[in-house]
Structures are given as structure tokens and as C-alpha cells.
T-cell receptor, first 112, second 114 residues
Framework: GQQVMQIPQYQHVQEGEDFTTYCNSS?????IQWYKQRPGGHPVFLIQ?????EVKKQKRLTFQFGEAKKNSSLHITATQTTDVGTYFC????????????FGKGTKLSVKP | EAGVTQSPTHLIKTRGQQATLRCSPI?????VYWYQQALGLGLQFLLW???????NRGNFPPRFSGRQFPNYSSELNVNALELEDSALYLC?????????????FGPGTRLTVL
């Protein structure tokens, strides 16, 4: 079946360091979405990437979609304690499938 | 605008019982999705409903079922509960069923099976 692999599973950083999480699919994605789940919370939509090679920025967060639309990354510059949480990528394979295939998430902890 | 709501917040059942979880989508959203988030296992897709019809189903046994009502709210039923069904059950809604429609999640129902 379709799978979205996400690495690393955990990342511990010192406040001010950068952080990157990566997602890969074996087959081409229609689009990829990124979510953040704070401890004890529910996933909150961050962004959607649709076009090949697309790059989008939200303040310190940079999202990229690969040229082949099979991989994506989220990079956070100069992490802050408010960035703590689990970041999920979710791939959509298009057609009438509708549902998202979530990666297992990267749990980010930030040491002040 | 109210977000996705789910009830109850917590549910405690014993093995073999049945559980019913409820979800109300954002006003104007017709698609409802159910996910299971077990500890350490990420989000697993369960069911997708749109316009009252089941559109897709994840790799779960038939004892996981649900329905969508004419007002687009939805219900997830889990029969013959097993210990491993203990998880956070998340409902999400989207405005349509297109692949670029964003899903908005509710706060979840924490199901504990004893």
C-alpha cells in the first residue's frame, strides 16, 4: 500500500539551533500537507504544497516539495521553545481517494 | 466560526463492549474523516464519509464502522472492544472531497479499554 516515510522519529535540539524533518513517498504525490500537534493537542494544519519544486515560507518555517513530488521537508530556523511538538507530513495521492496518508511524525523537543 | 467538535472527550469501556464516538464538522464542510492515533503509531486512517456515503476505508476490521447523518455530523462505532483499541480517535472535516481540500481536526476522543 501507499506509505509516507518520515524521519527522524525524534529530534532534540538546543534553543536557537535549526531543525529539519523529511518525508518520502515511493510513488508520486498529488500534494503534501504539514501538520503540527502540540503535546496533548490535536493536529493543526500548517501548509499545503501542490506544485513540483514548490517552496513556501512561514516566518522561521520553510517547506519544500521535491521536483518529482515524492519527497518534502520542513526546516525550522533558530528553534524556540514554542516550536515543541510533533510535526506530521501527510500525503495525498489524488483521484477520489480523499484521505491523507500520514507519516509517523517527528517529535521535536527544544532545550532552553 | 466553530471548529470541529467531538464528544465525549474521554470514554472508558471494558473489553467486549461497544463504543460510540461523535463528530460535528465545521459548518459548510461535507466530508468527515476518522483517524486512530495510538501511542507511538502516528495517525492511521479509519473512514471517510462525504454526502452521507462511505467513500473510503482504512485497513481496520469490520467492527469499526460509522455513518454520516444528513446534517454531515458523523458517528464512529467500535464493536467488541479490544485492549489495543485504546487510542485517541480524531475526526477531521474538509469543505469538499478534492485532494487539495485541507482537513481540520477536532480535539479527539480518548478511548480507554480496560
Amino acid at each position: 500500500g501507499q506509505q509516507v516515510m518520515q524521519i527522524p522519529q525524534y529530534q532534540h535540539v538546543q534553543e536557537g539551533e535549526d531543525f529539519t524533518t523529511y518525508c518520502n513517498s515511493s510513488t508520486t504525490l498529488s500534494n503534501i500537507q504539514w501538520y503540527k500537534q502540540r503535546p496533548g493537542g490535536h493536529p493543526v494544519f500548517l501548509i499545503q504544497l501542490v506544485k513540483s519544486g514548490e517552496v513556501k515560507k512561514q516566518k522561521r518555517l520553510t517547506f519544500q516539495f521535491g521536483e518529482a513530488k515524492k519527497n518534502s521537508s520542513l526546516h525550522i530556523t533558530a528553534t524556540q521553545t514554542t516550536d515543541v511538538g510533533t510535526y506530521f507530513c501527510a500525503g495525498n495521492y489524488g483521484g477520489s481517494q480523499g484521505n491523507l496518508i500520514f507519516g509517523k511524525g517527528t517529535k521535536l523537543s527544544v532545550k532552553p | 466560526e466553530a471548529g470541529v467538535t467531538q464528544s465525549p472527550t474521554h470514554l472508558i469501556k471494558t473489553r467486549g463492549q461497544q463504543a460510540t464516538l461523535r463528530c460535528s464538522p465545521i459548518s459548510g464542510h461535507t466530508s468527515v474523516y476518522w483517524y486512530q492515533q495510538a501511542l507511538g503509531l502516528g495517525l492511521q486512517f479509519l473512514l471517510w464519509y462525504d454526502e452521507g456515503e462511505e467513500r473510503n476505508r482504512g485497513n481496520f476490521p469490520p467492527r469499526f464502522s460509522g455513518r454520516q447523518f444528513p446534517n454531515y455530523s458523523s458517528e464512529l462505532n467500535v464493536n467488541a472492544l479490544e485492549l489495543e483499541d485504546s487510542a485517541l480517535y480524531l475526526c477531521a472535516s474538509s469543505v469538499g472531497q478534492g485532494p487539495t481540500d485541507t482537513q481540520y481536526f477536532g480535539p479527539g476522543t480518548r478511548l480507554t479499554v480496560l
